[in-house]
């Protein structure tokens, strides 16, 4: 391994500068009409980049974000009781850190990304005045979650790694539950009504419940949409192209709207419930399609071939034409769960206050009228953050072959 | 040897059959449920069904009317109003989001480092953001958020933007358009026949160029037109500003710019990717083969590369106009007076709930069907032709 001062010292070598001056000619300026290119290209970025350093540095007023940090990640919930969304927030990183180790192991890079991701969170935090404690439940996260990653990637060289990989699913699925036990409260918990679920807290919970969901229901409209009994495809597909003919906020309104009117005068349904349900009747069709592509890509020859063995049509859909379409289309999935996260934001205009619900609540506080530059932006970084993160995340994902 | 007694359930059809009379039972069951639950609540609140409150006055105002319509008017009117505002988007925002798209995508495939990189972070950005948090920064950031009138930010000449939107020069048809309409129409008619012809006989051997003559052709037919009527069929307005009046031009509100730049941006970035997913689906060997046949890049590109990347590009591009589309529908967030922003005002006066949700659903399935159907036929002609 060589030091930096050898590293730096080749990298401006006189045979090293020639190297740069060769990659450049051949990648910026190779000909005339290039040259040009690349002179628009700095042009378009030098402006950019000094607008936008302008602004931040010395127009904006951050005030409107620091003062509103609670506001936008939990919204109105209760503050006594926000030691249990820490709580949370430590089991949704330390969970999939554990899973990461079982699945891919632990190594440098894995940790450089926790310990990077933490302390860019703790600099934000501490950047915006939000007091120690913020800090310290943070610093405590990332370390937990580093812990659990080398535990998950330790526990595959032990003997009783292998089951831990297979309970994995359990895992998740149990965690699940306790997020919300935690969330909601009830057994000892003090209750927390879902109105003051907001920001980012509802934003998550919303999109992880829908995708959960629409899941099933999309694998069966799949399946339906490919059956060979013609009353199930009519019914399948008539389903998934009426949804997917529709504009998100016209489902929601109805799910809004019509649901009260489609059940028992008795029966009142959360607005929350409601919401959620009209997002995944939603995603469900989409994700039909999704998971059609992956199910038309299976051979003929796996059909045949698990009939001779005389496996019955449900048996053969669950052991072998399933488990092998939904691995090819998990990129897709993903993508279609990226998606769904986005489109959470349209129920702040069917009245829920997720996080650009609260975004339109913060930025109509009288003193801070007309701040919609930085509230947006920071909100768009939020976004922006999951969405590109999970993308990669799921390019990075290898799925083992066997399973 | 003891003979087995058939059952009913071991009859290979009996399965197949009771699964799909078990299916169309709980559909039944769950139709009934809801429509009797229906029945109920509009009993109780006294409600009924019928679209004769399409005829009441509506009573409300519209901030955008290419239409005409007056808060007098009739609800038909004002949701008519609204459809033709829906439709003012799409039109425009799809070609918008196309040409930018596929300039995006042809960047993204650059021979220029920085212009991929700048592809590339174009891409990543605007993917990865939430259409309705793009749209509320472009009005409330940006269009809301611009100067005054007066000191409105000058781009070139008269065109501007300004609190009161953006002023652009407006392009008017004149009474010629007709005529001119009809000499080019004749134009296209004899060029495509001069085309087919020399092409047949330079497929033969012989010496011919049917681009150069059609090109002629059209020109030719132009000049008639010219000699005819003697001015151009569509006359560019400029904006004039006199005390701070504005006579002439196009002025686009923040509303309708707003929509229609957050909507071209958001698709621009899922049209680039399509683009360049089918450009690089063209494998390396045809650009080679085209070039060792002696091809010019130009040609090769146009007459070997394209047809076989529409292929790939076409299916995926027509799935991001239906979103396109059903997008336009988030105009109501910056209160801009597209389709659905009318209807929900429409539910809110008169609460029928019912009606606006199924005139909703219909306008937008037929908007979809339309544009699904357009992009098929078109789909079906680019496709390879087996033999």
Request: aromatic share 12%; hydrophobic share 50%; with cysteine.
């Amino acid at each position: 391994m060589e030091s930096w001062q050898t590293r730096f010292k080749t990298a401006f070598s006189p045979s090293s500068r020639q190297k740069y001056w060769i990659w450049a000619r051949q990648n910026l300026l190779s000909t005339w009409s290039n040259v040009l290119l690349t002179l628009v290209s700095l042009g378009i970025i030098a402006t950019t980049l000094t607008a936008l350093g302008t602004w931040i540095f010395t127009q904006a007023q951050w005030e409107v974000v620091t003062v509103n940090l609670r506001l936008i990640f939990v919204g109105r919930y209760p503050v006594e009781q926000i030691w249990r969304l820490w709580l949370v927030l430590m089991l949704l990183v330390t969970v999939p850190a554990l899973s990461w180790g079982v699945m891919q192991g632990w190594g440098r890079r894995e940790s450089a990304w926790g310990i990077g991701g933490g302390a860019g969170l703790v600099g934000a935090i501490t950047l915006s005045n939000q007091g120690l404690e913020p800090t310290a439940w943070l610093c405590c996260i990332t370390g937990i979650a580093l812990g659990s990653g080398y535990l998950g990637a330790w526990s595959q060289q032990q003997p009783w790694g292998k089951p831990l990989k297979t309970w994995l699913p359990l895992l998740w699925f149990l965690t699940f539950f306790v997020m919300l036990w935690l969330i909601s409260g009830g057994l000892g918990l003090t209750t927390v009504s879902t109105t003051f679920w907001n920001g980012l807290l509802l934003t998550l919970l919303v999109a992880v419940v829908s995708i959960v969901l629409s899941f099933p229901l999309g694998v069966f409209l799949a399946l339906g949409r490919q059956s060979q009994l013609p009353v199930i495809r009519v019914v399948s597909t008539g389903y998934i192209e009426l949804i997917r003919g529709l504009p998100l906020i016209g489902i929601l309104f109805m799910a809004q709207v019509m649901l009260p009117l489609l059940l028992p005068p008795q029966i009142t349904v959360d607005q929350l419930v409601r919401a959620i349900a009209g997002l995944s009747l939603f995603s469900a069709a989409y994700l039909a399609e999704t998971v059609r592509g992956g199910l038309q890509s299976i051979p003929n020859g796996q059909w045949e071939a698990s009939r001779a063995l005389g496996l019955s049509t449900p048996l053969t859909l669950s052991l072998i034409v399933l488990p092998q379409a939904l691995r090819t289309v998990v990129p897709a999935i993903v993508g279609q769960f990226i998606s769904l996260f986005k489109d959470t934001a349209l129920l702040s205009i069917v009245g829920l206050v997720e996080l650009t619900g609260i975004a339109r609540s913060i930025t109509s506080q009288a003193e801070y009228l007309g701040r919609y530059a930085e509230v947006y932006l920071v909100l768009g970084l939020i976004y922006w953050l999951f969405c590109y993160g999970m993308s990669v995340a799921s390019r990075r994902l290898e799925l083992p072959s066997g399973s | 040897m003891k003979a087995v007694k058939s059952q009913p359930w071991n009859h290979p059809k009996f399965w197949p059959w009771a699964a799909q009379i078990l299916v169309l039972g709980l559909i039944g069951l769950l139709v009934a449920y809801c429509g009797s639950n229906l029945v109920a609540n509009f009993q109780q609140k006294q409600l009924s069904f019928g679209f004769d409150f399409l005829q009441s006055q509506a009573g409300f105002n519209i901030g955008e009317t290419p239409i005409p319509y007056q808060p007098t008017d009739t609800y038909a009117q004002a949701l008519g109003v609204g459809i033709v505002n829906s439709l003012r988007i799409m039109a425009l925002g799809l070609v918008l989001a196309t040409l930018m798209g596929t300039g995006i995508g042809i960047a993204r495939l650059s021979s220029n480092w920085l212009v991929r990189q700048l592809g590339t972070v174009y891409v990543e950005l605007f993917r990865n953001l939430p259409l309705l948090i793009q749209l509320m920064f472009w009005y409330f950031a940006v269009f809301l958020s611009a100067p005054p009138f007066e000191q409105r930010i000058r781009l070139l000449g008269d065109l501007s933007l300004s609190q009161r939107g953006l002023l652009l020069p407006n392009f008017l048809p004149r009474v010629s358009l007709l005529s001119w309409i009809i000499c080019i129409g004749i134009g296209v008619a004899i060029a495509r026949w001069v085309f087919r012809t020399l092409r047949r006989r330079q497929l033969e051997g012989e010496p011919a160029s049917p681009w150069f003559m059609a090109t002629i052709t059209v020109i030719f037919w132009g000049c008639i037109a010219w000699v005819l009527t003697k001015e151009f069929p569509w006359n560019l307005e400029l904006p004039a500003v006199r005390n701070n009046n504005i006579t002439g031009g196009l002025l686009l509100t923040p509303e309708y710019s707003a929509i229609l730049f957050g909507l071209t941006f958001y698709t621009a970035a899922f049209i680039a990717e399509i683009v360049r997913g089918g450009i690089l689906s063209v494998p390396k060997g045809q650009w080679e083969a085209a070039r060792s046949l002696g091809l010019q890049p130009n040609l090769t590109l146009r007459l070997v590369i394209l047809p076989q990347a529409l292929r790939v590009i076409v299916p995926p591009l027509t799935s991001q106009y239906l979103n396109l589309a059903k997008n336009s529908s988030l105009a109501i967030a910056v209160g801009y007076p597209d389709l659905y922003s009318v209807s929900s005002t429409t539910f809110n006066q008169t609460g029928r709930a019912v009606e606006v949700i199924l005139l909703l659903m219909a306008t937008y399935l037929a908007i979809s069907l339309t544009i699904s159907l357009v992009m098929n036929l078109y789909n079906r002609r680019i496709q390879i032709i087996e033999r």
